[in-house]
């Protein structure tokens, strides 16, 4: 069983960055791809970023490219997601998830590849 929890989250002003932190529970974290997704108020949630249990291959959904970075600490069982240039449509709730399969050679990109999800952190971007 992995428990997640989220911090960081907040109000900033566009332009501005945020770095998320995910820290879990139990002993298989090393093992397990982390992802982050976002859901605003009345959308549907989606993928932002997924790194595999190495670190040694990201994904990242095309709206975030080149301004979030996911990265983790395996001796500190924690992901995060580095958040720069921030708009107001990356307002949303973040959750962190953790797949599903121990040791997938693949960061999946959907929610039905993680079972494990934490309770979620807001981020507000003001403009």
């Known amino acids: 069983q992995v428990q997640l929890v989220e911090s960081g989250g907040g109000l900033v002003q566009a332009g501005g960055s945020l770095r998320l932190s995910c820290v879990a529970s139990?002993?298989?974290?090393?093992?397990?791809?982390m992802a982050w997704f976002r859901q605003a108020p009345g959308k549907d949630r989606e993928f932002v970023a997924a790194l595999t249990w190495s670190g040694g291959s990201s994904n990242y959904a095309d709206s975030v490219k080149g301004r979030f970075t996911i990265s983790r600490d395996n001796t500190k069982n924690t992901a995060y997601l580095q958040m720069n240039s921030l708009k107001p449509e990356d307002s949303a709730v973040y959750s962190c998830?953790?797949?599903?399969?121990?040791?997938?050679?693949?960061?999946?990109?959907?929610?039905?590849?993680?079972?494990?999800w934490g309770q979620g952190t807001q981020v507000t971007v003001s403009s």
């Open positions: 998830a953790a797949d599903r399969t121990l040791l997938r050679h693949y960061s999946g990109l959907r929610s039905a590849d993680y079972s494990y």
């Open positions: 139990g002993r298989t974290f090393s093992s397990r791809a």
